[in-house]
Structure formats: C-alpha cells, structure tokens
T-cell receptor
Framework: SAVISQKPSRDICQRGTSLTIQCQVDSQVTMMFWYRQQPGQSLTLIATANQGSEATYESGFVIDKFPISRPNLTFSTLTVSNMSPEDSSIYLC???????????FGPGTRLTVL | AQSVTQPDIHITVSEGASLELRCNYSYGATPYLFWYVQSPGQGLQLLLKYFSGDTLVQGIKGFEAEFKRSQSSFNLRKPSVHWSDAAEYFCAVGPGGTSYGKLTFGQGTILTVHP
C-alpha cells in the first residue's frame, strides 16, 4: 500500500490567518481526499482532490474556505483560510489506488487556532 | 444518504478477553466496508475491508469482521485482546467504482483494555 506523509504535523495559528497543509504520497494514487476530524468527533470528508482540475467539495465545505490543489498524482495541498477557533481540528489526507485497493491515510495535521 | 452507526462509544475489556465492536450501516447499494484503528496521536490504520465474497473477513493484528447483509451490520471481533489494542476504532462505508475511497465514518468506539 502507498505511504502518505503530511506537513506540518501540527501548528498553532492566529485567528484570521491561513495555513497550507501538504500531502505527499510515495507512489501514484488514483484518488486523493481530504478529511477533517474535529475534537472528539469522527472524520468528515471535505473534498476530493482532482489532478489538474478543481476539487470536488462535499456539502458544507466551499472552495473559498478550503482551497485544494493537486498538481500531480502524488501531491496535494489543503489551505484552511481565514481561520477561526472552530477550524481547530485534525486534517487528514487519504489516497487510494485502483478500485478495490487499500484506502490509506496520512498521519494528520493537528491545527489549533487561537 | 449513507450513514454508519457505532452504538458503543466506549468499551472496556480485560486483557485476554474476547472483543466485539458493533457497526451498522445504511447504504443504498452494495457497500464497501472498512474498519480502521486510530491510536492516540496516530493516523488511521486499515484493519480490514469487505467488498464481496466470503462474508467473514480476516484482517491484521488478529481481527476479523463479519458482513451480515440482512442486519446491515459489519461487526469487528478479536478472540483475545492485548493491551496494545487499546485505541479508537472506526467503521466506514463507501461506494465502489469511480468514487471508491470516499468514506463515511461512524462516530468511533474507544477501547480500553484492563490488565
């Protein structure tokens, strides 16, 4: 299975600023996804990162708040814009190969907004 | 809309005892089902997955899960729990095809293991 790394592993940010999270996969994956895990909660899918085109967002998430890029098959970024304390969460990247393969997750980025 | 319910928020077992974590799902088509484990400060590790075929699925770390379509369940089991199994466990469901990998997660079950 692919191995996913994320940078940064954690950060503390001020309200109103933005943070870009990087996701790197060690092999090509067909699909990449971004999830949010709010404190004490489960994971919620934010969007599908599409290579070379705009991401596909789930209900309740918008591009202006969470712009996503995926310039190639192994790398994606998620930006959390104009942050507020409610954005304090763990953000996880995932990827999968062909249909039926494993769906693997990165270690997550723990974000705290003050 | 698809959904996953894990009825037990927190389970405590003694080391060496058997374990069953419950998962019920709601999904309009044939579901792709997964169990993940998340240790404190760690990412998600895939324990096992089910797509089709034999309804009893073997995973890593001695875990198994049984798919019961009539009950819309995919319960996770382990015959003898080790202290290192203490973690949070997530059941997830998702589609196949081009959207394979877009997962809906349950709320998670926290497992505590007593020595």
């Amino acid at each position: 299975s692919a191995v996913i790394s994320q940078k940064p592993s954690r950060d503390i940010c001020q309200r109103g600023t933005s943070l870009t999270i990087q996701c790197q996969v060690d092999s090509q994956v067909t699909m990449m996804f971004w999830y949010r895990q709010q404190p004490g909660q489960s994971l919620t899918l934010i969007a599908t990162a599409n290579q070379g085109s705009e991401a596909t967002y789930e209900s309740g998430f918008v591009i202006d708040k969470f712009p996503i890029s995926r310039p190639n098959l192994t790398f994606s970024t998620l930006t959390v814009s104009n942050m507020s304390p409610e954005d304090s969460s763990i953000y996880l990247c995932s990827g999968r190969g062909a249909s039926g393969g494993s769906v693997v997750f990165g270690p997550g980025t723990r974000l705290t907004v003050l | 809309a698809q959904s996953v319910t894990q009825p037990d928020i927190h389970i405590t077992v003694s080391e060496g005892a058997s374990l069953e974590l419950r998962c019920n799902y709601s999904y309009g088509a044939t579901p792709y089902l997964f169990w993940y484990v998340q240790s404190p400060g760690q990412g998600l590790q895939l324990l096992l997955k089910y797509f089709s075929g034999d309804t009893l699925v073997q995973g890593i770390k001695g875990f198994e899960a049984e798919f019961k379509r009539s009950q819309s369940s995919f319960n996770l089991r382990k015959p003898s729990v080790h202290w290192s199994d203490a973690a949070e466990y997530f059941c997830a469901v998702g589609p196949g095809g081009t959207s394979y990998g877009k997962l809906t997660f349950g709320q998670g079950t926290i497992l505590t293991v007593h020595p």
